[in-house]
């Protein structure tokens, strides 16, 4: 791999672009392989890469019913934060802005990763006590949060509407410094190209249609729109879907899945400096790099796999955003899609061993799974390699709805993410 | 938006009237103090999520209040019958099944559509 400097847009530059290479390759899979990870998300792609980096396994096969990154990881709306409050939940999102920070180095390729600041917006008494509950937490955990008066977040963000005649009044706000964005697609290529470098074939239009157990029970391979292919660990990664391919396993997982819908705008001059979240009113805003207002809406009541939504979610949520924002009134709207998220009853993911031995799980991150897309990946890789979770992952297992050890982020923070 | 039709009141009705209310046809075990908790995580939280056909519940709650049945594609959210609560898992009418596999090849989803485009 051709390293990614300014010297190389130089050298480029000088002879007509001509001399870039393909960031990945597209090989046709071998017979078998090491490790299969089922989708070419970011998580996925990234438990390959750090499989190969940090484990030194190299034959594996990420293996995309469609192009990579065409899942929920090209399809959010790209916010990162920690400020969770179960130390569980803490742990991952924490080890993940952490590597967030260096990505961009570590993948030579530039993901954007951009701290600007997320803040959640409170707008009554609940949400104080909640919110101020999660600073401290945050706090003690060594996690930067902080709560702002309502002038501290106009002053942040100067087209919020702090009056005390606002239809959604607000009393104050929390600010985590570190959050911000990234990137999107350049997670997933950039993790792609880096894991590609190291060996992994990554296998697109393929879609896994069944998983082949052995005598013992234990994992053999997968049958693929490509015929057979076998290996002795099987990662799955496939969001949405996630509970579609266990099956193909007779393993049933707690998932139910919902489409998630986001919009943009047309693209205007900076105008919005960092991240805004209202859960009480259901906005979620930030502005692009390339202008464009980037809005998060909320899911639909009813399981689906149609990766579209209803029209009364949007229209829900840029009532609020309309309100919190009056200026962004007349903007127009220029596109609309849905991913297909996948819930857990507690809202917390699933990171695990299964009852199938060779079989692992990394599912249920729902509708805030991208932010985690770093921090998953590698303790993902972790499970696979060594067949146990790392630390940072050990209360994430799929057990825990036996046991009744829940990670209740849902009731405690009542959002979505 | 989806257009919902009630078994009681007999009328299709906007989907904003209604409350989705999980899988159907889920039977509380009768003997629940008894049951290992294997089995109380199965009733508990493990539904089907199935791709394709599946039984559900939704509540009329903007409108008669009551809790029925019913039978949707998940991949097309067509819906493909609604009954009443109470009644056993209806069959599909034969009209509908093969309506829902036009319906497959009609509706144009990411599934249908980018999905197989190579
Ligand atoms: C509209 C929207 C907004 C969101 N906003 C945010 C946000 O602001 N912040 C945040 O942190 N999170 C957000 N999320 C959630 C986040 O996008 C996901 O949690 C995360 O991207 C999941 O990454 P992944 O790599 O696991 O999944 P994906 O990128 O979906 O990858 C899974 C892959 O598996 C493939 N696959 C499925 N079945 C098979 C099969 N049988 N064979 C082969 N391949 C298969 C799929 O095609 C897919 O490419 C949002 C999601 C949506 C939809
Ligand atoms: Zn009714």
Redesign the pocket.
């Given at each position: 791999m051709r390293k990614y400097s300014v010297f190389a847009i130089a050298r480029e530059a000088m002879r007509a672009h001509k001399g870039w290479e393909a960031q990945w390759t597209s090989p046709e899979p071998r017979s078998s392989y090491d490790v299969i990870i089922?989708?070419?998300?970011?998580?996925?792609l990234g438990a390959a890469y750090y499989l190969a980096k940090e484990h030194g396994i190299t034959n594996i096969a990420v293996?995309?019913?469609?192009w990579l990154?065409?899942?929920?990881?090209?399809?959010?709306?790209?916010?990162?934060r920690s400020n969770y409050l179960y130390e569980e939940s803490m742990d991952i999102y924490e080890h993940s802005l952490k590597l967030w920070e260096g990505l961009s180095q570590d993948l030579n390729y530039n993901v954007m990763y951009s701290p600007r600041g997320v803040m959640m917006l409170s707008h009554n008494i609940h949400d104080q006590q909640s919110f101020k509950r999660h600073i401290n937490a945050n706090r003690l955990y060594g996690i930067d949060n902080e709560w702002m008066t309502p002038e501290q977040a106009k002053a942040f963000v100067p087209v919020l509407d702090i009056s005390k005649t606002a239809r959604y009044p607000i009393n104050g706000a929390a600010l985590q410094r570190r959050g911000g964005t990234a990137r999107h697609d350049a997670v997933a290529w950039g993790f792609a190209r880096a894991a590609a470098d190291r060996g992994v074939h990554i296998i697109q239009n393929?879609?896994?249609?069944g998983i082949r157990r052995g005598t013992g029970g234990e994992v053999q391979g997968v049958e693929t729109s490509k015929g057979f292919i076998g290996a002795k660990k099987i990662g799955v990664?496939?969001?949405?879907?996630s509970s579609?391919?266990m099956e193909m396993a007779g393993v049933r997982v707690p998932l139910a899945s919902n489409p998630?819908?986001?919009l943009v705008s047309e693209p205007m001059k900076p105008i919005f400096p960092c991240v805004v979240m209202s859960n009480t009113v259901h906005a979620?805003i930030s502005q692009s790099d390339k202008g464009e207002l980037v809005i998060?809406a909320g899911t639909d009541q009813y399981n689906s796999y149609s990766q579209t939504g209803g029209l009364q979610i949007i229209t829900h949520t840029l009532d609020a955003i309309c309100e919190l924002f009056p200026m962004f009134r007349r903007v127009k709207m220029m596109r609309q899609w849905?991913?297909i998220?996948d819930n857990t009853p507690d809202r917390s993911p699933i990171q695990g061993v299964t009852p199938v031995p060779g079989l692992f799980v990394n599912c249920g991150?729902?509708?805030?799974?991208?932010?985690?897309?770093p921090g998953s990946a590698n303790l993902f890789a972790h499970l696979i390699a060594k067949g146990e979770p790392h630390k940072l992952a050990a209360g994430l297992t799929l057990d825990r709805f036996r046991t009744g050890r829940l990670i209740d982020e849902a009731a405690a923070a009542a959002v979505a993410? | 938006m989806l257009l919902i039709h009630c078994p009681y009141c007999e009328e299709d009705r906007s989907e904003l009237e209604f409350r989705w209310a999980g899988e159907a046809h889920v039977v509380r075990p009768e003997n629940i103090a008894a049951i290992s908790d294997e089995e109380f995580a199965e009733f508990f939280f493990l539904r089907n999520n199935e791709k394709g056909l599946t039984y559900e519940r939704w509540r009329h709650i903007h409108g008669c209040g009551r809790f029925f049945n019913a039978a949707r594609d998940t991949v097309s959210d067509r819906f493909l019958m609604t009954y009443k609560a109470g009644l056993p898992k209806q069959p599909l009418p034969v009209a509908e099944k093969f309506a829902a596999i036009a319906e497959e090849k009609s509706v144009e989803t990411w599934e249908q559509t980018e999905g197989d485009a190579r």
């Open positions: 089922v989708g070419a998300g970011g998580h996925g293996i995309e019913k469609g990154g065409g899942g929920n990881t090209g399809r959010n709306t790209t916010i990162i393929c879609e896994v249609t990664s496939a969001a949405g879907h579609v391919v998630l819908q986001a979620y998060g849905g991913g998220t991150w729902g509708t805030g799974g991208f932010k985690a897309t993410h | -």
